[in-house]
Nanobody
Framework: QVQLVESGGGLVQPGGSLRLSCAASGFSFSWYTMSWYRQAPGKERELVATITPTGDTTTYVDSVKGRFTISRDNAKNTVYLHMNSLKLEDTAVYYC?????????WGQGTQVTVSS
């Protein structure tokens, strides 16, 4: 079965960096677009970044452009979210996502807290 397992979240000061990882299994990872979403308390879940199967195209929500980078290693079935210059408003649970045969799959999420 499809599994997405995130890791790498934690507590970081404003201006700091984190790298999130999402290990995928149960499907042909290299065939599928992968995304990161986040959900802050009291807010709707929002799409943060997307990467195409070969990694040649990436897209970002405006609020993270220039600070976050999505990447993937198809040999390791893993997608990453490199987060730099973190801000208080980046605090959220971050989720890995893919859509396979019109069915959405989510990871369990990893908490990122930006606080001084």
């Amino acid at each position: 079965q499809v599994q997405l397992v995130e890791s790498g979240g934690g507590l970081v000061q404003p201006g700091g960096s984190l790298r999130l990882s999402c290990a995928a299994s149960g499907f042909s990872f290299s065939w599928y677009t992968m995304s990161w979403y986040r959900q802050a308390p009291g807010k709707e879940r929002e799409l943060v970044a997307t990467i195409t199967p070969t990694g040649d195209t990436t897209t970002y929500v405006d609020s993270v452009k220039g600070r976050f980078t999505i990447s993937r290693d198809n040999a390791k079935n893993t997608v990453y979210l490199h987060m730099n210059s973190l801000k208080l408003e980046d605090t959220a649970v971050y989720y890995c996502y893919t859509n396979r045969n019109s069915r959405p799959y989510w990871g369990q999420g990893t908490q990122v807290t930006v606080s001084s």
